[in-house]
T-cell receptor
Framework: EPEVTQTPSHQVTQMGQEVILRCVPI?????FYWYRQILGQKVEFLVS????????KSEIFDDQFSVERPDGSNFTLKIRSTKLEDSAMYFC?????????????FGPGTRLTVL | DAKTTQPPSMDCAEGRAANLPCNHS???????VYWYRQIHSQGPQYIIH???NNETNEMASLIITEDRKSSTLILPHATLRDTAVYYC?????????????FGGGTRVLVKP
């Protein structure tokens, strides 16, 4: 069964450093998403991406964040200058069509720890 | 998207059916009810979704009341591996890239 994969599983970085989190969505999916979950809190939407453009982004997704689909298989989330409060689990998801009835499938997550 | 209300936690005996309620009294006619679960800190896992008819798949059954203001997720024979946080989410038929809005969910503990 196809699944979303994410690398690395755990990333430790120093405050102020740039990090890139990588995701490989399910191969025939066209819509891609990033969510995050701070320890003990709810899963929060960050951004959705389709046709090489951001479809929607939350207030969390400020200028420090960017997304990219650098090739036909990878989808990345970059945080330019990490802060302590960026420490969280980051989940990538993908879906076929993106409409309200379309199912999003999630990857296992990357745990980001900012020191 | 309509707001949902779920009990914060519930226990279930292994081998018994687990019935997880969700209230979505402000749901509108074109909004679907989705259920996901999250085992420990893993990525949310899709379970099932429905509009107004009851639905069943290999994981669970979804019972939606006739007025659509509430629903129940049924895990027919709970196992220890079903211990997780279960999220009930209402999603509308928006344009592309429709986000999922997670609430607090119900923390289900399956006991031997």
């Amino acid at each position: 069964e196809p699944e979303v994969t994410q690398t690395p599983s755990h990333q430790v970085t120093q405050m102020g450093q740039e990090v890139i989190l990588r995701c490989v969505p399910i191969s025939n999916h066209l819509y891609f998403y990033w969510y995050r979950q701070i320890l003990g809190q709810k899963v929060e939407f960050l951004v959705s991406f389709y046709n090489n453009e951001i479809s929607e982004k939350s207030e969390i997704f400020d200028d420090q964040f960017s997304v990219e689909r650098p090739d036909g298989s990878n989808f990345t989330l970059k945080i330019r200058s990490t802060k302590l409060e960026d420490s969280a689990m980051y989940f990538c998801a993908s879906s076929k069509q993106g409409a309200g009835t379309d199912t999003q499938y999630f990857g296992p997550g990357t745990r980001l720890t900012v020191l | 998207d309509a707001k949902t209300t779920q009990p914060p936690s519930m226990d279930c005996a292994e081998g018994r059916a687990a019935n997880l309620p969700c209230n979505h009294s402000t749901i509108s006619g074109n909004e679907y009810v989705y259920w996901y679960r999250q085992i420990h800190s893993q990525g949310p896992q899709y379970i099932i979704h429905g509009l107004k008819n009851n639905e069943t798949n290999e994981m669970a059954s979804l019972i939606i009341t006739e007025d659509r203001k509430s629903s129940t997720l049924i895990l027919p024979h709970a196992t220890l591996r079903d211990t997780a946080v279960y999220y009930c989410i209402v999603r509308g038929l928006k344009a592309a890239g429709n986000k999922l809005t997670f609430g607090g969910g119900t923390r289900v503990l399956v006991k031997p």
